[in-house]
């Protein structure tokens, strides 16, 4: 089967192994050949070949004329290949949707488009976020007929909100896309030397509650807990962050790290650590708490992605409000008993267990053969 992919990724074509190089090294064996079109990208127009069978194809336009680039280029490599599926990767103001809606018009050859988060769902952090839901909305209502089904990554949130929308149940695919490396992410033998009570590992953005996370520090701080708490990540609100911590008088009990060299280092960081916490107001994951659940580090969360689904029953951690008081209890009651907590580390890895790396990208892979042998047309024309 041939796939055909409009991604906004920006990585691998100037050199970067990011998350995406990494899926797609073992999902492109599921299949004879993957061309993946992307955005124009710093330096010659020159396509980038991965595993003998992944065709990274940059835009030779701008951002904005991203649709007619991807209805041409896909047309032309639809003709010379006979592509199966087209999948978008959609977000943003939804190039690659408009994209491959027109495209599969012309084609018959179906898309499925892609949602794994939507900005301001649950809550928006900002107007920006706002204004991000509002367009999504309404690229819904207007890809619903045009698109062969959505898939989505929790069970939970987006299809709920997917058929609020007015998406029939039929066309929402739950595909989940947490590839854990459980060589990597694992507990090791013994007990590790503890080197913070809590980490966050991610980008530095609105998004990620950063405030609510310095807010309840201080809090429990006031309580007389001190909690040592370590950041990963680099972004935008690296700065305020910093200032936030500055101010709030924090600086002896919280460190800061930018960059982690490799997936061991990671894990060793999570296994050093007595909880993992999310405070974002919206996510499709995310990744990094279910690695650190991996490495038998439970978790506090708001409910967002697919942590309602890992920790509604309170096994594994904890769930939070999207204030910094319920974020301060939650952190409370997981390091407040070592005993449980440990209980609680044991549940999280277990809970990680179906998202390992092989097992997961083969379930995708499942999905998206089964998603185009439905929607096959035999006259689809190039």
């Not at 649950?122 to 976020?129: G, L, N, Q």
């Not at 996370?213 to 001190?226: C, D, E, I, T």
């Not at 008081?325 to 809970?351: I, K, N, P, S, Y």
């Amino acid at each position: 089967m041939k796939l055909m992919m409009f991604s906004g990724d920006r990585q691998v074509c100037v050199g970067e192994k990011g998350p995406f190089h990494s899926m797609l090294r073992s999902f492109s064996t599921h299949f004879e050949r993957i061309d993946v079109l992307v955005p124009p990208q710093p330096g010659p127009i020159v396509t980038t070949t991965l595993f003998d069978k992944v065709h990274f194809h940059p835009a030779d336009c701008s951002r904005f004329a991203m649709p007619r680039y991807l209805f041409r280029k896909g047309r032309e490599l639809i003709r010379e290949h006979g592509h199966e599926l087209i999948i978008s990767h959609d977000y943003g103001l939804f190039y690659n949707g408009r994209g491959a809606a027109k495209l599969s018009r012309a084609t018959g050859v179906p898309y499925l488009s892609e949602i794994h988060h939507v900005p301001g769902v649950p809550v928006a952090a900002d107007r920006r976020e706002v204004f991000e839901r509002w367009i999504t909305r309404r690229y819904v209502h207007w890809a619903v007929s045009r698109a062969a089904a959505f898939r989505v990554v929790n069970a939970t949130e987006m299809p709920e909100l997917l058929r609020s929308w007015g998406v029939p149940a039929e066309k929402i695919e739950v595909i989940p896309s947490l590839y854990i490396d459980l060589d990597v992410f694992r507990p090791v033998p013994g007990q590790l030397e503890f080197q913070q009570d809590m980490v966050f590992v991610g980008r530095l953005v609105a998004n990620k509650g950063l405030d609510r996370m310095v807010a309840a520090l201080a809090l429990l701080r006031k309580s007389g807990q001190r909690v040592h708490a370590l950041f990963v990540g680099k972004g935008p609100l690296a700065g305020e962050l910093r200032q936030r911590v500055r101010q709030a008088g924090l600086e002896d009990t919280t460190r800061f790290i930018e960059w982690v060299d490799t997936p061991d280092d990671l894990a060793d960081i999570y296994r050093r650590s007595r909880v993992v916490v999310c405070a974002s107001t919206c996510e499709g994951g995310p990744r990094f708490t279910v690695e650190a659940m991996a490495c038998g580090t439970p978790a506090v969360s708001t409910p967002v992605g697919v942590m309602t689904e890992l920790l509604q029953d309170g096994e594994a951690g904890r769930l939070c409000g999207f204030h910094a008081e319920g974020l301060a209890a939650a952190l409370l009651d997981v390091l407040g008993d070592e005993d449980r907590r440990r209980r609680m580390g044991r549940a999280a890895w277990e809970r990680a267990q179906p998202h390992e790396y092989e097992r997961a990208i083969a379930n995708y892979a499942d999905g998206v053969k089964r998603i185009a042998a439905a929607h096959a047309d035999p006259g689809a024309r190039a």
